[in-house]
């Protein structure tokens, strides 16, 4: 069975840093590129970095390029998202998501971790 | 940036209903659409990968159609279970995007 299980997040004051991390189980985890997704408390779904499988490829959303940094650890089966200068808008559960096979959508998703900005 | 722009933002349908949701690209994305079932305070599911496929274990009354710049997804005799809200995402190209979504009530 296919597990994601994020861990990190919580209350941090503005211009400050946290690091999520996401444990994978349940399948080859170097197979597949992995992405974060985030959700602020009652909006819609934001897409926020990916990476592929060997690292080489590594995406993120104008909104985080240059604060958030995405990487994994194979050996580990772990996913991380080091995020730094922090903003009240990036108040969101950050869900971490495996990639399907074919179509690139996120197959299975993590519970989520809640971010709350704020002083 | 491709931009998803669902609509209806929101729907009220009784059980047995036929409800439709649409999804419209910015640009043309071939089958790259993806739909998501999303419940209150659980992670999104998918329900549809490339525009008409059923993900495993999703019941068979979701259907996806489409391609291009223009996809719908259709939910057969509505099911109380199905309240929800719905999400688009486009596969195409990064920034991966996604629709503002639709909150399917039942009356």
């Known amino acids: 069975e296919v597990q994601l299980v994020e861990s990190g997040g919580g209350l941090v004051q503005p211009g400050r840093s946290l690091r999520l991390s996401c444990a994978a189980s349940?399948?080859?985890?170097?197979?597949?590129?992995m992405h974060w997704v985030r959700q602020a408390p009652g909006k819609g779904l934001e897409w926020v970095s990916s990476i592929s499988w060997n690292s080489y490829s590594i995406g993120y959303a104008d909104s985080v390029e240059g604060r958030f940094t995405i990487s994994r650890d194979n050996a580990d089966n772990s996913l991380y998202l080091q995020m730094t200068s922090l903003r009240p808008e990036d108040t969101a559960f950050y869900y971490c998501?495996?990639?399907?096979?074919?179509?690139?959508?996120?197959?299975?998703w993590g519970q989520g971790t809640l971010v709350t900005v704020s002083s | 940036d491709i931009q998803m722009t669902q609509s209806p933002s929101s729907l009220s349908a009784s059980v047995g209903d036929r409800v439709t949701i649409t999804c419209r690209a910015s640009q043309k994305i071939s089958s790259y659409l993806n739909w998501y079932q999303q419940k209150p305070g659980k992670a999104p599911k998918v329900l549809i990968y490339a525009a008409s496929s059923l993900q495993s274990g999703v019941p068979s009354r979701f259907s996806g159609s489409g391609s291009g710049t223009d996809f719908t997804l259709t939910i057969s005799n509505l099911q109380p279970e199905d309240s929800a809200s719905y999400y688009c995402q486009q596969s195409y190209s990064t920034p991966w995007t996604f629709g503002q979504g639709t909150k399917v009530e039942i009356k």
């Open positions: 998501a495996k990639e399907g096979d074919t179509s690139r959508d996120f197959d299975y």
């Open positions: 349940g399948f080859t985890f170097d197979d597949y590129a």
